[in-house]
């Protein structure tokens, strides 16, 4: 898999101190994205799930959870997926990923390839759709824009028909 880096102590990348896990690749190519380095499939470093391993073991002692980025963590579905399920079966950290897809985009790529519902299984919480210059913001949590939504995975997995918003984690409060 290749990742275009990570970070052991991130406090702005979903709730409390975070490893973050940024994955090479992304379709979406947002204009004005804060990682435009991302982009390409072919850059980054290629590293093993071993190295993963070793990564989050050494840095798991003083975290909240791991954040999947990017780049897409859903443009790297398999990758993705076999270090969700390292982190939420050995580890049992909060598992929270961002995405350029919107939810109802993952449930319509879903159709074709059920590995976007596999790897949405893993995730506790999931921040939604494109970076929009427009509507940025920095007065909102765990998000960039204000068209992007912090999904109760979870929740919104098992209600089946409606989308279950993870409200405490925008709540400014959360963070006091």
Known sequence: MRLAGFASESIVDGPGVRIVLFFQGCKHHCPSCQNPITWPFDSGTEVTIEQIDKLIQENSANTSGVTLSGGDPFCNLEDSIQVAKLIKNKYKLNLMAFTGYTYEELMDNAKEDPN????????????????????????INNRGSRNQRVIDVKATLKSKDKIVFADRLMDMSFYN
Do not use: H
């Open 116 to 139: 976007y519902i596999e790897l949405l299984k893993y995730l506790d919480y999931l921040v939604d759709g494109r970076f929009v210059l427009a509507l940025r913001s920095i007065s």
